[in-house]
């Protein structure tokens, strides 16, 4: 009796693991487009961009925000799963934006980030890198004595948060 249980068992494993993989969906066509709501990131502080994977592992971005616009090159070294999962990611990525109360400054920041593609064409990312800021003017009220240090450059940290649709 306990051999005809165990027998049972094992099958009824195997036939339900096979039921669950005919719920995969085929292979499609790569989505290699995706727009994205970004805060931070190549959208300067809110914004909107577009990206187009190049390559199998290469995307190129462009953004616009609130208050300027930039573009950027992403690595994903691992690849992408076209069923969705967790992608980590680096890169190189630039913009340039005004200040809301004045002033001119360009970031360029080397992200260290992941993304979670979902099946349903959704994305989710976030990273966090250096970054190399160069300010050309100050912002606020402008004086001479501090108008004579600019332009001048800082480094510190960047990031993104993102929101993606693909297609």
């Given at each position: 009796m306990k051999k005809l249980i165990c027998i049972l068992l094992l099958f009824s494993l195997?036939?339900?693991?096979?039921?669950?993989e005919g719920c995969y969906r085929p292979l499609g066509p790569p989505?290699?487009?995706?727009f994205s709501f970004n805060i931070l990131g190549t959208g300067t502080y809110i914004g909107f961009s577009?990206?187009?994977?190049i390559k199998e592992r290469l995307s190129l971005e462009v953004g616009?925000?609130?208050?300027?616009?930039?573009?950027g090159i992403t690595f994903y070294p691992f690849?992408?799963?076209?069923?969705?999962?967790?992608?980590?990611?680096?890169?190189?990525?630039?913009?340039?934006?005004?200040?809301?109360?004045?002033?001119?400054?360009?970031?360029t920041y080397i992200p260290l980030g992941v993304t979670l593609f979902s099946a349903n064409r959704m994305a989710f990312g976030i990273d966090v890198g250096?970054?190399?800021?160069?300010?050309?003017?100050?912002?606020g009220k402008v004086?001479?004595?501090?108008?004579?240090?600019?332009?001048?450059?800082?480094i510190s940290i960047y990031g993104n948060l993102k929101i993606s649709y693909r297609f």
């Open positions: 195997a036939s339900s693991q096979s039921f669950a989505l290699k487009n995706s577009y990206e187009r994977l616009f925000g609130v208050l300027g616009a930039g573009a690849g992408i799963n076209p069923y969705g999962g967790f992608a980590p990611y680096t890169g190189i990525k630039t913009t340039f934006n005004t200040r809301g109360s004045g002033g001119e400054k360009n970031m250096p970054s190399y800021q160069t300010n050309y003017s100050p912002f004086t001479p004595e501090l108008a004579n240090t600019f332009p001048n450059a800082q």
